[in-house]
């Protein structure tokens, strides 16, 4: 998965006084996506060397900021690209492409709250703890994290896998029940309800898996397993999906690369491997 980097390490720990040298990262988002070459640009290939940065983590022993300040111009060789995009492209490494889905999601939080939810005042940066703080009424924003479920539900009977096709999206893999976690809902709850919401099936022996952090979308995703309880007959919501199917270990087709949860418990059920439930 996305995050399994070893032996590269990252560590996320706030330092917040952590200055950059000119060979650290750059993380530099638009609307229009990430600043990349044939990698993330330096410090000092972006000219800001002494400039104002924000510390975001390190993998080993290099850093990753994200700039203050709109860049006006782009060296060479360097053009701002979807990250849908370099996921595909085959030409970036496990661990870049986990710093830019976590920095994205480090972005995307500071960008949204230049101002206080509470009182609309100007917020700024706690020096204690990876947190936005308004001085005007105390309110403390820290980053969010969105917990969601993928559901492997399976046929245990006749040993199938539930897999699935979102409707209206581009992509043409094959994916498992997953949706986010509501207000009240435990995780297994969350697994009961988009089962029946997507698939029209119940379920029984819920049973946790493994979780992967999933920052473009500023997912948790817990990954379930779980056995179809009663019929197998699916009653596809068609507004969410466009396909949702019972396929033998035989007929399941994985994903193209290995670094989503969704593929890697597709992959269980396909090798005969899912823990026992």
């Not at 179809?228 to 035989?250: F, N, P, Q, Y």
Request: aromatic share 10%.
């Amino acid at each position: 998965m996305i995050q399994d980097i070893f032996p590269h390490r990252m560590d996320i720990t706030y330092k917040p006084d952590r200055k950059a040298s000119g060979s650290d990262k750059a993380v530099y988002f638009t609307d229009e996506g990430v600043l990349f070459g044939t990698e993330l640009p330096s410090v000092s290939e972006l000219g800001l060397t002494g400039k104002d940065l924000t510390y975001l983590f390190s993998i080993d022993d290099l850093s990753f900021f994200l700039p203050e300040d709109e860049l006006l111009t782009y060296p060479d060789g360097f053009s701002c690209r979807r990250i849908r995009e370099l996921r595909y492209s085959g030409e970036v490494s496990k661990e870049e492409l986990f710093a830019v889905y976590t920095a994205k999601q480090l972005w995307s939080w500071y960008r949204n709250n230049c101002f206080c939810g509470r009182c609309g005042q100007k917020t700024g940066r706690s020096l204690k703890e990876r947190a936005i703080t308004c001085d005007h009424c105390g309110n403390i924003i820290y980053p969010r994290v969105v917990p969601a479920v993928i559901v492997g539900v399976i046929d245990r009977e006749n040993d199938k896998l539930l897999v699935t096709k979102y409707n209206g999206r581009s992509i043409g893999y094959y994916a498992l029940v997953a949706g986010f976690t509501e207000i009240g809902e435990t995780l297994e709850q969350t697994v009961e309800r988009e089962v029946m919401e997507e698939a029209g099936l119940k379920v029984k022996n819920i049973r946790y898996y493994r979780s992967q952090p999933w920052g473009i979308a500023d997912d948790l995703l817990a990954g379930f397993f779980c056995e179809v309880d009663g019929s197998t007959e699916i009653h596809m919501d068609e507004s969410e999906l466009s396909v949702a199917e019972w396929k033998s270990r035989e007929e399941v087709e994985l994903q193209p690369d290995e670094l989503s949860l969704t593929n890697e418990m597709m992959t269980v059920f396909k090798d005969g491997k899912v823990p026992k439930l």
